[in-house]
Nanobody, 115 residues
Framework: QVQLVESGGGLVQAGGSLRLSCAAS????????MGWYRQAPGKQRELVAL???????NYADSVKGRFTISRANNKKTIYLQMNSLKSEDTAVYFC?????????WGQGTQVTVSS
């Protein structure tokens, strides 16, 4: 069983920055895919960024050039550095891990960007 704990959300003004963290406990394979999704009120959950086991990254077009996903050396903690935040980035951000044939979600952390 894998548990994910997110932190780092909050309220920030437009143009500001936040850094989200997601710490995983339990068995994580070296080939796991870890990523961030977000869900704004009234909208579907969408991919923000993900990183594969060989550190290949993928970003939503809306965040390219502003957000950066990274992973700790132990491959059990991932980060999302969010710069130049916009009001449309306001959402609950969820950490996601796909490992050993299963998928796990964190509880979510709120990011609110004020204009």
């Amino acid at each position: 069983q894998v548990q994910l704990v997110e932190s780092g959300g909050g309220l920030v003004q437009a143009g500001g920055s936040l850094r989200l963290s997601c710490a995983a406990s339990g068995s994580i394979s070296g080939s796991s895919v870890m990523g961030w999704y977000r869900q704004a009120p009234g909208k579907q959950r969408e991919l923000v960024a993900l990183m594969t086991g060989v550190d290949v990254t993928n970003y939503a077009d809306s965040v390219k050039g502003r957000f950066t996903i990274s992973r700790a050396n132990n491959k059990k903690t991932i980060y999302l550095q969010m710069n130049s935040l916009k009001s449309e980035d306001t959402a609950v951000y969820f950490c996601n891990v796909q490992t050993w044939g299963s998928e796990y979600w964190g509880q979510g952390t709120q990011v609110t960007v004020s204009s």
